[in-house]
């Protein structure tokens, strides 16, 4: 099924399912898996004793990464049961079924304010010729950076007004084309000008082999040095992604639907409960309008 998925799905498949071999032994039965392995794996991923080839220390891991790690393996399970060969199922039951995952209590969901954003904007050409399109974006497309950094000149719209969103750059594999806003629009026209680049052409290339797009850790290093620039204070979990929740919070007027597939999230559920907050001024507008029903006398 692997093949089937988005890039960065891919590999985060083939490195849980190298720690799984770690942890368990490619040897094992997968019949044989039961609670105390689950719990082996949790315990030793959140304290980095087992951890992906590549990295040699030892560094705690998150309960929402070990939760993801672990439903590929429940994936996999499941996905047996539900598979023949040779006229056999591959295995007759998930011996993980039902078993808990580790979740934080209170994670940690930042998000970045309108006027953290404005000042953002005020020194982002600073940091580099790139990072005030990513910025913009970021801010007016809710896509994940991961997404953005992806971009090709063929995906983008101008008389349309839109972009596509290709289904190998998405975590989720979501192809779709949504329209997007005059901001996002028209700093992508004065991007094109100036890189005079066409086709399929990375929006952002890589600087030492435009070839390539730029790579994530150069995006993480561009959101470090603006933080820096822009005397933000430093919040933990707080970088591309928490303008994705600011885009979730700032359009939640629309109707849902409408905004899920803007914004790229396949499941109005998830919007709801990870990404939308509750907003002062959207509840105070609220109030305002049903106070202006009942002065025209409507109860």
């Known amino acids: ?41 949790i315990v030793q991923r959140r304290c980095g004793a ?27 399970l499941n996905w047996a049961v539900v598979s023949r060969y040779d006229g056999r199922e591959l295995l007759e039951r998930s011996p993980l079924h039902g078993l808990p995952y580790p979740r934080e209590e209170s994670p940690a969901r930042p998000i970045l304010s309108p006027d953290d ?39 983008v719209d101008l008389d349309k007004g839109s972009i596509r969103w290709r289904a190998e750059t998405d975590k989720i594999g979501f192809e779709h084309e949504p ?3 005059t901001e996002a629009m028209g700093a992508l026209e004065q991007a094109r000008r100036q890189a005079r680049a066409i086709g399929d052409a990375w929006v952002f290339p890589a600087t030492e082999d435009p070839s390539l797009p730029c790579p994530r850790t150069t995006f993480n290093k561009w959101w470090r040095r603006a933080v820096e620039l822009a005397k933000l204070p430093t919040v933990r979990r707080r970088g591309w992604h928490s303008l994705r929740r600011l885009f979730a919070t700032e359009t939640k007027d629309l109707p849902l639907k409408d905004q899920a597939y803007l914004g790229g999230w396949k ?25 202006g029903r009942r002065v025209q006398g409507i109860r």
């Not at 913009?136 to 991961?146: C, F, K, M, N, P």
Request: charge should be positive; glycine fraction near 6%.
């Open 1 to 41: 099924m692997t093949p089937s998925k988005g890039a960065q799905k891919q590999k985060h498949d083939k490195r849980a399912i190298a720690l799984f071999i770690a942890c368990f032994g490619g040897d094992r039965p997968p019949s044989s898996l039961n609670r105390r392995d689950w719990d082996r794996f």
């Open 179 to 181: 329209p997007a806003s």
């Open 267 to 291: 499941s109005p559920q998830t919007l709801l409960t990870v990404y939308q907050r509750a907003d002062e001024s959207t509840m105070r507008e609220g109030l305002a309008r049903r106070d």
């Open 50 to 76: 087992l951890r992906p080839p590549g990295i040699d220390k030892p560094k705690a891991v998150g309960e929402q990464i070990i939760a993801y790690d672990l439903k590929c393996l429940t994936a996999i």
């Open 117 to 155: 954003y404005t000042k953002l904007l005020g020194i982002a050409e600073q940091v580099h010729e790139h990072f005030l399109l990513a910025l913009v974006l970021a801010h007016e497309t809710g896509h994940r950076i991961s997404s953005i950094r992806q971009l090709r000149w063929s995906d």
